[in-house]
Structure formats: structure tokens, C-alpha cells
């Protein structure tokens, strides 16, 4: 069966991800982006770049829990807690309020390449299961921005990548290995299934980070697939 499903996976068309990103690659950056988000934020390139900056510069505070602003945007930036894969490359999650939005910004290091890569193969797998599994609806956070340096043979390691997605409130969402509800068993034991599928777990790793489960829809969030 996951040999089919890869197979499967090949040959299905561009998913609504693919269709709604654009893509900027030179010989160092990768920047993928989906313009309605920019439009949506009305926010422009120095803005993001100050953004950026803000994180850099204070990385170790941030690392800390303390609370930042970016100076221009007004955008406040502190650590949040999603959970992290054994092995997995980001360095922290950040919590960003910016133009009415809150968003995560995941900071890694790793190719973005990949990244961009996974969610194309999550987002086609789902669909073709129907985005559902053993009676939980499943859907993908999929990011507005990823924007990193790009690996190449004679590099062993990349700079910092940021990816930026939508923020989950956690009134509305539980940590899927939080959940302690009646059915958490058979949640852990789909979600666990699931990662498996999307390549994110080895099949001896714990199961139930980076993914959140809204009770109300009976919905599996998956966050940095």
C-alpha cells in the first residue's frame, strides 16, 4: 500500500498549494510566497526583510522567552510552543502579531528546497485520500512564506530558513499529544499513521507534535510537514 500511494502521488495533478504559490530562485535564496497573503497584510518587501532582521538580531532573547516589537511594523514576535520531531532542524517557533493577523514563524536550518518539496507531497497524499483518515478530517498548514538559502553540493549546512503560516489559537485547538479526550488513543494513533505517510516520523519516534486536533470538526492540523 505505500508503495502505491507514492506512485499515486507522481501522478496527480498540481494541488491547490502548487496553483496558489510563486516562486523566486537565484543562485543563493529561495523565496516561495503566496501573493494573496502579501495583498491580504498589505505588506512589502523592507517590511518583511525588518521583520527578519528583528529575529535575528534578537534571537537569543527570543530563545529566552522574551517578548519583542519590530520598530516599523509595530509586529510583536515571542516563542510559541508547537512541539518539536526528534532530529527535526528548526531552531525555535515564534508567535508574530502583525496587521491584524497572528502568525508562526518557524525558524530552521535546513535546504528550503525541501521544505517547499514535503508540502508539495503532503498536499498531493492528502488529496488523494480524500483529506480523511480513520473518521478524523485532515488538513495541512500550509505556509504564506518560506524564504532561505539554498543548499548547494559544496555547502554542508544553510542559513537560517523562515517559514510563515497561520497561527492556531489554543482555545479552539489542542497539542494532538495533549488531548485527552475519548477517543486520544485512536487520535495519536492516527496522527502517528499519518506523519509516517507524509515522511515526517521513523516509525520508532513519538507521535503528536506539530499537530493540532480541533474537536469541534474532528480536523488534524499538521504543522511543518
Known amino acids: 500500500m505505500p508503495h502505491l500511494l507514492r506512485r499515486l502521488v507522481g501522478l496527480v495533478k498540481k494541488t491547490p498549494f502548487e496553483e496558489s504559490i510563486k516562486t523566486r530562485l537565484t543562485k543563493k535564496h529561495l523565496a516561495v510566497w503566496k501573493p494573496e497573503f502579501i495583498d491580504s497584510t498589505k505588506t512589502t518587501t523592507r517590511e518583511l526583510v525588518g521583520i527578519r532582521q528583528a529575529i535575528d538580531k534578537n534571537f537569543e532573547k527570543l530563545k529566552l ?19 518539536k520531531v526528534k532530529g527535526a532542524h528548526n531552531e525555535i517557533t515564534l508567535r508574530v502579531s502583525f496587521r491584524g493577523k497572528m502568525l508562526f514563524v518557524k525558524v530552521s536550518v535546513e535546504d528550503p528546497i525541501k521544505i517547499i518539496q514535503r508540502q508539495k507531497k503532503a498536499a498531493k497524499l492528502l488529496s488523494i485520500m480524500g483529506n480523511t483518515y480513520n473518521g478524523f478530517n ?32 489554543s482555545k479552539k485547538v489542542t497539542m494532538c499529544n495533549d488531548y485527552k479526550g475519548a477517543e486520544a488513543a485512536k487520535l495519536i494513533e492516527t496522527t502517528h499513521e499519518m506523519q509516517q505517510k507524509m515522511g515526517i516520523l521513523e516509525l520508532n519516534e513519538s507521535t503528536g507534535v506539530n499537530s493540532f486536533y480541533d474537536k469541534t470538526t474532528r480536523t488534524i492540523y499538521f504543522f511543518d510537514v
Open 65 to 83: 522567552g522574551e517578548k519583542i516589537t519590530e520598530k516599523r511594523t509595530g509586529a510583536t514576535i515571542e516563542k510559541a510552543r508547537t512541539g
Open 138 to 169: 485532515l488538513r495541512i498548514i500550509e505556509p504564506h512564506l518560506v524564504y532561505g538559502t539554498k543548499l548547494t553540493p559544496s555547502r554542508k549546512s544553510t542559513s537560517r530558513v523562515f517559514q510563515v503560516t497561520d497561527f492556531f489559537d
